[in-house]
């Protein structure tokens, strides 16, 4: 059986989010860590594979019997869905995320915000001279909204409420945890909205799709 399904939503980021971006011809006095950027808009985005790696490195605490040395070490049930590359035992990927682009810059450009982005100063001090070392960190606003796109390749279709599980699992584990750096200082924490999975190319039991749904919804 070949089809492929669609999970479409968005992600709303609740405090402020940095996903790096490079920062290597930086000028004096500019930002130190910018967030990275769409190169055609200017406007933050989320790579896919930043939240591709973060949700299989939070399932991998709650599958793997022991810690994995790699991802390709992961359990069966995590390998068959996000792949490895392991000699001998390759398996592809059956889900795809797109990159994320900004999907309410107008909201909020209409609520006065000038710029999408804020800059964050912060501190570290020497604990024995005293000597504070500041650096500035661009963070994404509250309150900003991406576009997500999911595309999930059936290879079986008795695996596919299992995958889902484990794929809605992975979004709910994400909301109690974080998305890009400095999470354990407030950053990157989001949400899920609008969940919704359609089959966009085969055919599929609708039982089966109404199932993956209902799974989207308890995110």
Request: hydrophobic share 35%; net charge neutral; glycine share 10%.
């Amino acid at each position: 059986m070949y089809a492929k399904i669609q999970i479409t939503g968005y992600i709303e980021v609740v405090t402020g989010m940095h996903i790096g971006g490079s920062s290597a011809f930086s000028a004096i006095g500019a930002v130190d860590s910018p967030v990275i950027k769409d190169v055609r808009t200017n406007s933050p985005m989320i790579p896919g594979s930043s939240l591709k790696g973060k949700m299989r490195t939070l399932l991998a605490k709650v599958y793997n019997e022991e810690i994995a040395k790699n991802p390709d070490g992961d359990c069966e049930r995590l390998t068959r869905l996000f792949g490895s590359a392991k000699k001998g035992a390759v398996k592809n990927s059956r889900i795809i995320l797109s990159d994320m682009m900004m999907a309410n810059e107008k909201e909020l450009r209409e609520q006065g915000l000038l710029s999408l982005t804020e800059v964050k100063f912060e501190n570290t001090i020497n604990r024995l001279t005293a000597v504070a070392n500041p650096r500035q960190i661009e963070r994404v606003v509250r309150g900003s909204k991406f576009n997500l796109d999911f595309i999930y390749e059936v290879q079986k279709e008795e695996e596919i409420e299992e995958d889902f599980e484990v794929l809605a699992q992975g979004m709910k584990l994400l909301q109690y945890d974080y998305l890009g750096g400095h999470g354990s200082r407030g950053y990157g924490k989001v949400r899920f909205h609008g969940l919704k999975a359609d089959t966009v190319i085969g055919r599929l039991d609708a039982e089966v799709l109404e199932h993956c749904n209902e799974l989207l919804e308890g995110v």
